[in-house]
């Protein structure tokens, strides 16, 4: 059957000669993966094509759905729900949403409707896009916001701390890192949250592995390497 969601475009993977496999969070279906058949190509409907599925693309979508779980489904119909106004043409934006889009990739699994989640991914893009300065902490706001629809959200930066001491040994943290986690944790994005790049790397550090004790098969991120040389 046909049916109508807005999606989430987190990566895709090329199929065959022309084709690909992309993932998609919907607001109907949860996590679903689609196959794009002639989106790849020397041909301009191709380029066109492609272009939907870069990695964060809001879209209103018309998709076949096999009511099983797993599998490939269809898009019937497609289009761009808002497109983005900076996060393309800038370099650190966009690295940062390239980053979000592997932790979406390795924490969003369920195949089921999950309306406050997706309304929180959808606002929280947009208002990275509208953000004009003061952005780099961004994803680690984000990070920190998403636990708590993910059931593991910490209340404060002691709590985070003691289970990332739980799971690799008690490491040395300042109270600098204290006082930006519990920042994070309290102001809305539109707050400027002002931080050093030292201290970021090492938060980034803590929260990723405040994932992995959470998020069994988390892994590291590769994306964090490019982020790195980006944003230092």
Known sequence: MLYKTRGIVLNFIRYG?????????????GMQSYIVNGARGG???????????????????VVYHKNKMGGLHRISEIKCTEPYK???YDIAKSTIALFMAEVLSKTLKEEENNQQLF?????????????EQHYYNFHLQ???K???????EPA?????FDQVYEFIGKPSITEEEKGLVNHLLQAPYTEPIRGKNETRRLLLDD???????HIENFGDLKSVAVLREVME
Do not use: H, W
Not at 146 to 152: E, I, P, S, V
Not at 156 to 160: N, R, V
């Open 43 to 61: 041909q301009k409907k191709s380029k066109n094509k492609i272009s939907f599925f870069q990695p964060l693309t809001l879209l209103d979508l």
């Open 86 to 88: 900076t996060l393309p």
């Open 17 to 29: 000669e022309t084709s690909i496999v992309t993932r998609i969070y919907t607001e109907a279906f």
């Open 119 to 131: 309304d929180f991914l959808q606002t929280s893009l947009l208002m990275f896009d509208q953000l």
């Open 207 to 213: 929260i990723t592995k405040f994932y992995q004790y």
């Open 146 to 152: 998403l636990c708590r629809y993910l059931g593991f």
């Open 156 to 160: 404060s930066a002691d709590e985070l």
């Open 142 to 144: 984000f990070m920190l």
